[in-house]
């Protein structure tokens, strides 16, 4: 098998920046991981603020209840002992006055009411027993203190206080340490979307520049105003591309001279070629030129030698008339278009071709798939060219598949013949203009096409076997 592979260029395309879903940006993380760490932080202070803060206003509420109960008791002993109501009622009226004091009251060992707050309790005996020294209901403080003398007990003083004004502050105290944790959530956000940004800001100027060169353009520099690490980076990356940019200059430099010397060889082994190609015909011109010239030519001689000139300029007519297309291909104007009328058009003007009488010439393409940027005159060129050759390689007939077939982002286009095949030894110069296989042929057919593909960033690549068939193909971007 014999396979010529021509490396393939496509029109290199802009690189796209990738697109990131906001979740996964750099910038949401930090502010996400930020917030997160400070409500974690923040929270954990403010609740223990909050937890001590309140731990000292009930501390406060109890021993303000105890000192009072302890006074009670105190300032009702003698009054108790002189069973002198007068003076346990000033007692809790006194007690009265003070804040969160609900109720208070004095009583005798049986448990009746001496003197209360509440003046309907008097002369009353208590229901409730008197277990334990305090007691707390959801929105009181109750304390109970016996008084005793000499170990004996002769009455008890109550005393409630409301812890209504405790509630309310301990709720506002961790409503405002509730405010605080989110107000440090919402400050920590900012603060943690701006740093972000400053970072992210240098990150994107960076990317964009890569994305820049990606594209081939070496003249990018960033300047990331930045004095830390990020600097750093794009102080290193605008050395980096420009050593990039001097090694890219060389190497197009080197690649110049190349081109150069590769142009001279080839205009040399050009001018060769043509010399070869006219030599033959033009040495039959002047043969027949002077055979005419003799006077005593025989007429049916001179009947040979105006038909060997006809047909050998005729020759050196077609050799000169193709060169002057292989040297004149025009810039391609490529537009987006369907390639199978293209295909079918020309497969149509194939199938009428006197040497294609007995070829089959089938097409596959889809129309709807099969768009493709080209020059459309360009394009018929080469299909035709490569028809053709198939044709020629197929005298005794044959079948010739045309297919266009939709690969991704690309058409892949191929000739498929069961034609002679190209011999090894022609196989790796087949593209060089005036290389030929046929008799009568200039050997020009496949350079131009190459030189058309090659316009379009692509170029031809052919798998042939000789005696089994030929497969010539190439690709196009898809539109
Ligand atoms: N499908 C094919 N099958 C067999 N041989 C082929 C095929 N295509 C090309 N060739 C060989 O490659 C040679 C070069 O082809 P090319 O089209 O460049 O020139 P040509 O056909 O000889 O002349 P012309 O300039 O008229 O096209 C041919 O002469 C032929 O030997
Ligand atoms: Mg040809």
Redo the contacts with the bound molecule.
Sequence with gaps: MSVIEIVHKHASAEPRAPRLSFFRTLRFRLVLSVALVHAVLMGTFVWSAVDKQSEAIRADLYSRAHSLITLMAVASTNALLAEDLGSLAEVTARVKRQPDVTEGEIVDVRGDVLASTNLHQVGHRLLEPLVGATAQGRNRLRLHEQIRVAGQRIGTVLLDMSTRHLQAELTATRDEGLLFILLALVVGSIAAWVLSLLITRNLYTLMAAVHKIGGGNLGVRVDLHARDEVGLLGGAFNAMVESLQRISEQVRSEHEKRTDAERLACVGELSASIAHEIRNPLSAVINSVKLLDRSNLPVTDRAQAIAILNTESLRLQRILN?FLDFARIRESRLVEDDVCALIEEVAGLIRQHPQAASVRVEVQCDASRCRTRHDPDQLRQVIW?LM???V??MPEGGELHVRATPAGRVVKFSFT?N????PDS?LDK?VRPF????KH???????IAQRILMQHGTSLSIV?HVNVG?E?SFELGAA
């Design positions: 193709d060219n053709l050759n198939s020629q390689a013949d034609g002679c095949g190209i022609l087949i290389v030929t296989g046929r042929g200039t050997g020009l057919g496949l350079s042939s030929t010539v």
